[in-house]
């Protein structure tokens, strides 16, 4: 794999992190136009904390495939990783105990 090819699949994978935070900003923003009381922060916030943990299964099996495939250590490819693995298992852990 060529020195291109390999900052292009760390920013993919960077792109797709920043999509799934972009979920939660929008789904953030839409609860409080649409809302528009006193608990529409909060809704918000969980809403959109949970939508994007949920779509942060995408930056996740990328970057992770990559990792196997391009076998190198890349710091970006493991940072997203991590993160979105970790956003994806709290909102996971929300959902089993409140379930």
Do not use: H
């Given at each position: 794999m060529?020195?291109?090819?390999?900052?292009?699949?760390?920013?993919?994978?960077?792109?797709?992190?920043?999509?799934?935070?972009a979920?939660?900003?929008?789904?953030?923003?839409?609860?409080?136009?649409?809302?528009?009381?006193?608990?529409?922060?909060?809704?918000?916030?969980?809403?959109?904390?949970?939508?994007?943990?949920?779509?942060?299964?995408?930056?996740?099996?990328?970057?992770?495939?990559?990792?196997?495939?391009?076998?190198?250590?890349?710091?970006?490819?493991?940072?997203?990783?991590?993160?979105?693995?970790?956003?994806?298992?709290?909102?996971?852990?929300?959902?089993?105990?409140?379930?």
């Amino acid at each position: 794999m060529t020195s291109t090819e390999y900052k292009k699949c760390e920013d993919r994978a960077f792109y797709l992190l920043l999509g799934c935070i972009a979920v939660g900003v929008f789904a953030f923003i839409t609860e409080m136009v649409f809302i528009q009381s006193e608990w529409a922060p909060v809704v918000g916030i969980v809403k959109g904390g949970a939508l994007g943990g949920i779509s942060a299964l995408l930056p996740a099996p990328y970057s992770g495939f990559t990792l196997l495939r391009i076998k190198a250590s890349s710091s970006m490819l493991k940072m997203v990783l991590v993160l979105s693995l970790c956003w994806f298992f709290a909102v996971a852990a929300v959902f089993v105990v409140n379930s």
